[in-house]
């Protein structure tokens, strides 16, 4: 496996992300499997979210039979990973049932645990079927202002942050990296994709939806109060993520990812979402609860 040292920023962020996403190890049972891992570099160090929980469900997945796709997960973030050392990857093969299959996937750093994570995979079946609808009214990602590209161009860490990053995005009603414009609500809407094609692999596209989960799902949270996040003395940490597989899709597309926040109090928010591709299919549901601390501020 190639180590992604901060030199090789430069290289296409999409291959990056697969590098990232390509474990090694065996699936040879004994009585766990064990999968290493790098991480992408990131500007201050930490380990971004969303890559772990892509990376937890590429190592569950390979300890089952390929025609179980997963269709959930439930993780709980433990400590803050260090970018610039490797994960390593434990499996316990909980349940293989005739149609189900479960996993329990925990994330290591220095010996300790940074993630802790639950998934399920199951043989596809026929039966009932429905979906909520699309929302109306939220225009094309080719109407909307790609802000990420000019706050790219302001600062070497925003370049990091932004154009580095294997996935493109575009907000509505706007972003709120530096203001909230318009109306304080607790909702947002944000069209994603990766920056080019991925390999045609449907676990590949998969693991990269959870990548995409954990960005911009915090949002509405903030949004409801007017906190952008270069708000001074921001602290914004996820406690906890969960997700749902509906359907697949490509994450290379551009996929409608609609969010809402139901509630904050005590110093964490919830927020939710669901994925939709381009053309209204209903992919994934998304939950998750942050901590959030904002000094010096009645929010």
Known sequence: MTDLADGDTATDPVSVLLRVLDLEGSNARTTEDIFTGVSQPMPLGRVYGGQVLAQSIVAAQRTVPADRPAHSMHGYFLRPGDASTGITFSVDRIHDGRSFSTRRTQAFQAGVP??????????????????AAMPVGIPDPEELDNAEDRLADAHPMSRRLFSERPVELRHFPSSIYVSVDGEQ????????????????????HRAALAYMSDLTIQESILRAHGVTWTRPGLKVASLDHAMWWHRDGRADDWLLYVQESPSARGGRGLAQGRVFSRDGVLLASVAQEIMIRVPDAQV
């Open 114 to 131: 940074i993630f802790s994570m639950i998934s399920s995979f199951e043989v596809e079946t026929p039966g009932l079927e429905h979906q």
């Open 185 to 204: 609500t607790p909702h947002q809407a944000v069209w994603m994709r990766t920056r080019r094609a991925l390999p045609e692999d449907p676990a590949i």
